[in-house]
């Protein structure tokens, strides 16, 4: 993932405890509250979805995903979907892509 900002590091230190912790949702909210720049904001929500992915929870891991359109480099969620048994997860995707343009 990109390094956050400067000024963002000790936010960034609260983000990555909460990340080992699996507390992803909590690391979500925070960011939120903090008003992080879209591009930050966006690669939580793509460490929350691959999170939600790797536990099966994929209509939660598909809203995460589609959060990330616009902020996160399509390429990087498409690789990640890229396994047969991603294929719905996917086409959620790409149709959250196409309904961003």
Same mark, same amino acid.
């Given at each position: 993932?990109?390094?956050?900002?400067?000024?963002?590091?000790?936010?960034? /230190?609260?983000?990555? #405890? +909460?990340?080992? !912790?699996? %507390?992803?949702? *909590?690391? &979500?909210?925070? /960011?939120?509250?903090? #008003? +992080?720049?879209? !591009?930050? %904001?966006?690669? *939580?929500? &793509?460490?929350? /979805?691959?999170?939600?992915?790797?536990?099966?929870?994929?209509?939660?891991?598909?809203?995460?995903?589609? /959060?990330?359109?616009?902020?996160?480099?399509?390429?990087?969620?498409?690789?990640?979907?890229?396994?047969?048994?991603?294929?719905?997860?996917?086409?959620?995707?790409?149709?959250?892509?196409?309904?961003?343009?």
């Amino acid at each position: 993932a990109p390094p956050l900002l400067p000024q963002e590091r000790p936010l960034a /230190a609260k983000l990555d #405890a +909460l990340f080992r !912790s699996n %507390l992803y949702g *909590v690391a &979500l909210s925070l /960011a939120e509250a903090q #008003a +992080l720049q879209p !591009s930050a %904001l966006g690669e *939580v929500r &793509l460490r929350y /979805a691959q999170h939600l992915h790797s536990r099966g929870e994929l209509p939660a891991a598909a809203e995460q995903y589609a /959060a990330t359109v616009g902020v996160v480099e399509p390429s990087r969620v498409v690789r990640l979907l890229l396994a047969p048994q991603d294929a719905p997860l996917l086409l959620s995707h790409l149709q959250a892509l196409l309904a961003h343009t």
